[in-house]
Antibody, heavy 124, light 106 residues
Framework: EVQLVESGGGLVQRGGSLRLSCAASGFTFSRYWMSWVRQAPGKGLEWVANIKQDGSEKYYVDSVKGRFTISRDNAKNSLHLQMNSLRAEDTAVYYC?????????????????WGQGTLVTVSS | SYELTQPPSVSVSPGQTASITCSGDKLGDRYTCWYQQRPGQSPVLVIYQDNKRPSGIPERFSGSNSGNTATLTISGTQAMDEADYYCQAWDRSNVIFGGGTKLTVL
């Protein structure tokens, strides 16, 4: 059974840092792109970052570039998100998600498994 | 930047058909998927590759994608289908979500 379990959320002051983790199990972690997606209270889903299977490619939404860093440890089946210079608008539930390609060479993906999410609250 | 537009809300009577649209420039040239999110829960994939259902998703969920519009159709809508629905596409290694549609079954 595929499982994604996030941890590391909490209350942090504006300008502070937090490191989120996602423990993956039930599948070969190193074969998949992985992503972080967030959802502010009462708002919609917002993609945050992607990382390729071997960590060689990383992509971010413009609003977090230079502040957030996505990383992975394939030996430990874990995904991370280092968040620095946090702002009030970063307050959200952060989900870890597995990305699967629609077709083998499409270069387009969907999220077939999601974690339960971890809440990050940035106080101003 | 690429954008996906959804209606904020759609209402449907039980047993009727609900259609939720997702619009974007030449969206039909991309694969689209759909997620259902009930209050307090994580999103669940209901449609991928425009029109395919993951295992465990009821047959009443279907999808299409052509031109500038993708559509999620729920036939014989049930009360349990009341939720937020999000479309999603991929744009040059970035992920784009629609703003979400709240489906009300009344």
């Amino acid at each position: 059974e595929v499982q994604l379990v996030e941890s590391g959320g909490g209350l942090v002051q504006r300008g502070g840092s937090l490191r989120l983790s996602c423990a993956a199990s039930g599948f070969t972690f190193s074969r998949y792109w992985m992503s972080w997606v967030r959802q502010a209270p009462g708002k919609g889903l917002e993609w945050v970052a992607n990382i390729k299977q071997d960590g060689s490619e990383k992509y971010y939404v413009d609003s977090v570039k230079g502040r957030f860093t996505i990383s992975r440890d394939n030996a430990k089946n874990s995904l991370h998100l280092q968040m620095n210079s946090l702002r009030a608008e970063d307050t959200a539930v952060y989900y870890c998600a597995r990305a699967t390609p629609h077709t083998l060479y499409s270069g387009m993906y969907y999220f077939d498994y999601w974690g339960q999410g971890t809440l990050v609250t940035v106080s101003s | 930047s690429y954008e996906l537009t959804q209606p904020p809300s759609v209402s449907v009577s039980p047993g009727q058909t609900a259609s939720i649209t997702c619009s974007g420039d030449k969206l039909g040239d991309r694969y689209t998927c759909w997620y259902q999110q009930r209050p307090g829960q994580s999103p669940v994939l209901v449609i991928y590759q425009d029109n395919k259902r993951p295992s465990g998703i009821p047959e009443r969920f279907s999808g299409s994608n052509s031109g500038n519009t993708a559509t999620l159709t729920i036939s014989g809508t049930q009360a349990m289908d009341e939720a937020d629905y999000y479309c999603q596409a991929w744009d040059r290694s970035n992920v784009i979500f629609g703003g979400g549609t709240k489906l009300t079954v009344l």
